[in-house]
């Protein structure tokens, strides 16, 4: 194959390299093009736009593969547990035992919160969205942990990853328990990472903590499908923030801000909201397939359509199934499921979603899963936050170890030509 790409403009021609990716992915190197050319690309949305070479994660939209460190979604969510998880997306390969059960201890060291970040949760009112409180408590971290990270110094990297590791699971569950009236608490150290975030949330204060298993199961396999997907909205901003220099939480903090929209990871909490509008309404599917296909109706069949994924998203094949296995051993029958299951048919078997590749995306049927293990509808995104760290982590430590530049795009401006400047009292 060529190694070189060739644009032609205005008469002249310009080569370009060309990089081919493991998966014999391929992009133009356009980095000169400006410098050469004077030209620039325009893509809003970054829908065409590579924006680093990546190691960690692969997916391919068209076929509906998802694989991180080459090890297919389907696999790591059937077999592996999500600490395992983290450690393969950060460190890049599976750990041992040794490895794994260091890796826990470390974390576990590094899980106490200072008590003074209480008074910090203790300003926000309690009507305040779970999402905002996580993000800025992440960034009020950096005031207790000021020291910044060596990144050429792979035990600094090492220590500031297990420190937000720790920590992340107790403020994630502080949100909750605050909006609930619950005293705030910390871990339990002989807990596994996923029972120790559930107890973290849910221990009331006058009873002994018990827990179902398949609970356990369902929230492992949800943060394991949740934990990387290359670089989307909020990857990329951490990715962007971090290309500052700016450090690992503040990176994060920002993070978490971008995940929180609906049209990314809210877009969990917006389907639900949406299945019960619909249930509240009569249940008529249709009328509502109806207003998501009318250009004029803003309405938008919530967890349907995906950037990447122009076929079944992988992670939504195996949360379907999930759902109904745990709603059958939970003993719950939610109504929304059915709702779910009718308008994913008839999407299916619509026109309009078959010509634009719209299937059921991650966020489809997790919400029905949250919602059945007891999980309210504003923790998540909370939790898809948590089930993302570890995504966000590996990438911010590739993009800091490859000492990539600072991300900053360049625009077409299409604003006024200059102007006289008009003094106050003439305009
Ligand atoms: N309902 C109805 N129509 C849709 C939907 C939807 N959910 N999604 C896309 N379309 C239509 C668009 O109107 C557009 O139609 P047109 O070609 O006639 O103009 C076409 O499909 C392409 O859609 P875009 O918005 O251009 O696709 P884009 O890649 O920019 O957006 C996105 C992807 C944001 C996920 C979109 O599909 C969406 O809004 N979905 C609903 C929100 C959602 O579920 N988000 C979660 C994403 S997964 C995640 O973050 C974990």
Not at 148 to 156: A, G, K, L, T
């Amino acid at each position: 194959m060529s190694k070189t790409a060739t644009l032609e403009f205005d008469g002249k021609k310009y080569e370009f390299p060309v990089t081919v990716g493991t998966e014999d992915e391929i992009g133009i190197d356009i980095k000169k093009l400006r410098g050469e050319a004077g030209l620039i690309t325009l893509d809003p949305g970054f829908k065409n736009t590579g924006s680093c070479e990546s190691a960690i994660t692969f997916l391919d939209g068209e076929k509906g593969i998802l694989r991180y460190r080459g090890y297919a979604i389907e696999d790591l969510a059937e077999k592996a547990d999500f600490l395992e998880v983290v450690y393969l997306l950060i460190f890049g390969e599976l750990p041992n035992k040794e490895q794994l059960e260091k890796f826990n201890k470390d974390i576990k060291e590094q899980s106490h919160v200072d008590e003074e970040m209480k008074k910090i949760l203790d300003g926000f009112p309690k009507s305040a969205h779970p999402m905002g409180v996580l993000s800025s408590l992440t960034s009020a971290l950096i005031a207790f942990n000021p020291s910044s990270v060596d990144v050429s110094s792979e035990e600094d990297m090492y220590k500031a990853i297990v420190k937000i590791l720790g920590k992340f699971p107790v403020l994630a569950a502080w949100t909750l328990r605050k909006k609930n009236s619950l005293p705030l608490n910390y871990g339990d150290e002989d807990l596994g990472y996923v029972e120790n975030l559930h107890k973290m949330m849910f221990e009331k204060p006058n009873k002994a903590y018990s827990v179902d298993k398949a609970v356990i199961d369902a929230l492992d396999k949800l943060l394991i499908l949740h934990a990387d997907h290359e670089q989307n909205c909020s990857t990329s901003t951490v990715r962007m923030v971090g290309s500052s220099h700016a450090g690992l939480f503040a990176s994060l903090s920002a993070g978490i801000s971008a995940l929180w929209g609906p049209l990314h990871g809210g877009a969990n909490q917006a389907v639900i909201e949406m299945l019960e509008k619909i249930k509240e309404d009569g249940g008529d599917t249709h009328k509502f397939m109806q207003k998501a296909k009318d250009k004029e109706d803003p309405f938008r069949l919530m967890g349907f359509g995906h950037r990447v994924y122009k076929n079944f998203d992988p992670r939504a094949k195996i949360i379907k199934k999930s759902a109904d296995e745990v709603l059958a051993q939970l003993g719950v029958d939610d109504p929304v499921l059915d709702i779910a299951k009718g308008l994913e048919k008839e999407a299916l078997e619509d026109d309009y979603f078959v010509k634009r590749k719209l299937y059921p995306n991650v966020d489809f049927y997790s919400g029905i899963i949250y919602r059945a293990l007891g999980i309210p509808v504003e923790m998540f995104t909370v939790m898809f936050a948590l089930g993302r760290l570890p995504g966000w982590i590996a990438q911010w430590r590739e993009m800091r170890l490859k000492k990539e530049p600072i991300g900053r795009p360049r625009q077409i401006y299409v604003g006024e030509n200059h102007r006289e400047y008009k003094p106050l009292g003439n305009r």
